[in-house]
Antibody
Framework: EMQLSESGGDFVQPGESLRLSCTAS????????MTWVRQAPGKGLEWVSG????????YYVDAVKGRFTVSRDNSNNTLYLHMNNLRAEDTAVYYC??????????????WGQGTTVTVSS | DIQMTQSPSSLSASVGDRVSITCQAS??????LSWYLQRPGRAPNLLIF???NLETGVPSRFSGSGSGTHFTFTINSLLPEDIGTYYC?????????FGGGTRVEI
């Protein structure tokens, strides 16, 4: 069974940093692009970032460019989201999701359970 | 960015009803559209990809149609387990964008 499991969410103050992790199992991780999607409390879904299958290309929504960095360790089937200079508006449940293709422009067929990031003073 | 306008934002229907949701894209996205269901407190679940293709394991009462800028998602006969929020998502161009969601209640 294909599975994703996120971790690393926490309660932090504005300006602080956090690293989210997403561990994959049940599929060949390095055959697929991966994405991060977030959902602010009571709001809809927002795509945040994507990374190609081998990690050579990365993409971000404008709201996080320059602050967030996506990376992956294909030898350990793990996806990361490094978040710097966090803001209150970054408060959300963060989901990692598997693409159905090697490129980031894709639909996502497997999702993790989500990890919660709260940014508040 | 491609804007996705989803309607209605919520609906209430009875078990057995036929339910339809529409999604309009601000630019031509060909057939690069997915539909997801997010049940309360859960992660989204892929139902339809490439506008009309049913994801493996998804019941056949769900269907999708459309191309270009106008898309429709239909539940042929609503069941209690279908409650939740439905989202469309375009993947024709980055950033990927979602519709605002349609909350379906019984």
């Amino acid at each position: 069974e294909m599975q994703l499991s996120e971790s690393g969410g926490d309660f932090v103050q504005p300006g602080e940093s956090l690293r989210l992790s997403c561990t994959a199992s049940g599929f060949t991780f390095n055959n697929y692009a991966m994405t991060w999607v977030r959902q602010a409390p009571g709001k809809g879904l927002e795509w945040v970032s994507g990374i190609s299958d081998i990690g050579d290309t990365t993409y971000y929504v404008d709201a996080v460019k320059g602050r967030f960095t996506v990376s992956r360790d294909n030898s350990n089937n793990t996806l990361y989201l490094h978040m710097n200079n966090l803001r209150a508006e970054d408060t959300a449940v963060y989901y990692c999701a598997k693409c159905e293709a090697v490129e980031v422009v894709c639909s996502s067929d497997v999702w993790g359970q989500g990890t919660t990031v709260t940014v508040s003073s | 960015d491609i804007q996705m306008t989803q309607s209605p934002s919520s609906l209430s229907a009875s078990v057995g009803d036929r339910v339809s949701i529409t999604c309009q894209a601000s630019h031509d996205i060909n057939s690069s559209l997915s539909w997801y269901l997010q049940r309360p407190g859960r992660a989204p679940n892929l139902l339809i990809f490439h506008a009309s293709n049913l994801e493996t394991g998804v019941p056949s009462r769900f269907s999708g149609s459309g191309s270009g800028t106008h898309f429709t998602f239909t539940i042929n006969s609503l069941l209690p387990e279908d409650i939740g929020t439905y989202y469309c998502q375009q993947y024709d161009d980055l950033p990927l964008t979602f519709g605002g969601g349609t909350r379906v209640e019984i």
